[in-house]
Structure formats: C-alpha cells, structure tokens
T-cell receptor, first 112, second 115 residues
C-alpha cells in the first residue's frame, strides 16, 4: 500500500520568511496530492492540491511542486504570517475520490 | 458553511461501554464516507471506507468487530466503538466526497475519552 513520509516534523520560521515542507510517497500509481492545514482541535482544511498531470500549482502565498519521477512533492508558503501557524499534512491518493493516506504532519510555528 | 457534521463533538465514557458516533452529510448525498482516527500530536490514520448500502472496507489492523460501521442512508454513517477501553481514546473524524472534483470534506471530529 501507499506510504507517505513527511519532514520536518517541526518548523519554526520568522514572520515574513518562507516555509518549505517536503513529502515523499511510495506508490507510483498515486496521482492526487492534497495538502491540509489543521489547527488545534479542529478538522483538517484543504489548502491546495495537485494532480500528476502538472508539476506546479500556486495559489497566492501557497505553492506546491510535484516530481513524479522522484516521487516527492513539496509545499511552499511565502511571506509567512502568524495565522499560518498550524499543523500541515501532505497526503497521497489514487484519485480525489479514493482513500487518502496522510503524512505524519509538520508543526509550523511563525515567530513574530 | 459546513458540509459535514458529527455528533457528539465530545464524549466521555466508562471502560467497557459502547459509543456511537454519527457523521452526516448536509444537503447532499454521500455514497462514500471515510473514518479516520487521530491520536494526540499524530497524523490521521484511515480506519475504514464506508459505502452506502454495503459493508465497510476496513484498513489492515482495524478490528471490524470492534469498530462497527453502518452506512444505511445517503446522508448518515455511524461508527460504533464497542467495549471501549482507554487505548481507544482518540479524535475520530469522518470525511465525505463533494463536488465534481470529489474533494474530501472533513467533519469537525469527535473527541472520545474512555476512563
């Protein structure tokens, strides 16, 4: 089955700087890669996703890159703000309608 | 607004009792729902895929007789934790698919504490 590894487990950056979170997956058949943000005690919220037919996607301060050959994908947050502090999960799936396998999570802290 | 609700949001029970958690899709039909478990400071672990009108598909290592899933209607799936023990204490979250892109929407979660 699919296995998703995520690092770092914790990340602290200065407000205004960029944050990068990296993930790798094991199953080459996976072709849908969502990223979720979870605040303490809350449900995960989809922040961006990418499908295997593209290598990069951007939405304002958030971007995701995908390297299918190497089976890794990354989340980039630019101009970080205090409200970006949360736990971020990467995930992989065969399709958006299939079960999702989550990475272990990254706790992002933004220093004022 | 929310598209998936869960009830209860929080439950405390004694060891040995059974607890039922409801997951409802609001204003749309959900043939497929997913149940996850999340221990403190850990990731979401998929427990099972719930399909309306048929048996749930459980992930490896998840006891189907302990975690009973029923998806009897297109808007409701239930997870029953039978004979709960302290190690079952966790955050249980359901999700469902919505829209042309089949985006997964998560419920608000149910925090179960077994004494």
């Amino acid at each position: 089955g699919e296995n998703v590894e995520q690092h770092p487990s914790t990340l602290s950056v200065q407000e205004g700087d960029s944050a990068v979170i990296k993930c790798t997956y094991s199953d080459s058949a996976s072709n849908y890669f969502p990223w979720y943000k979870q605040e303490l005690g809350k449900r995960p919220q989809l922040i961006i996703d990418i499908r295997s037919n593209v290598g990069e996607k951007k939405d304002q301060r958030i971007a995701v890159t995908l390297n299918k050959t190497a089976k890794h994908f990354s989340l980039h947050i630019t101009e970080t703000q205090p409200e970006d502090s949360a736990v971020y999960f990467c995930a992989a799936s065969y399709s958006s309608a299939s079960k999702i396998i989550f990475g272990s999570g990254t706790r992002l802290s933004i220093r004022p | 607004g929310a598209v998936v609700s869960q009830h209860p949001s929080r439950v405390i029970c004694k060891s040995g009792t059974s607890v039922k958690i409801e997951c409802r899709s609001l204003d749309f039909q959900a043939t497929t729902m997913f149940w996850y478990r999340q221990f403190p400071k850990k990731s979401l672990m998929l427990m099972a895929t719930s399909n309306e009108g048929s048996k749930a598909t459980y992930e490896q290592g998840v006891e189907k007789d302990k975690f009973l899933i029923n998806h009897a209607s297109l808007t409701l799936s239930t997870l029953t934790v039978t004979s709960a023990h302290p190690e079952d204490s966790s955050f249980y979250i359901c999700s469902t698919l919505l829209g042309a892109d089949n985006e997964q929407f998560f419920g608000p979660g149910t925090r179960l504490t077994v004494l």
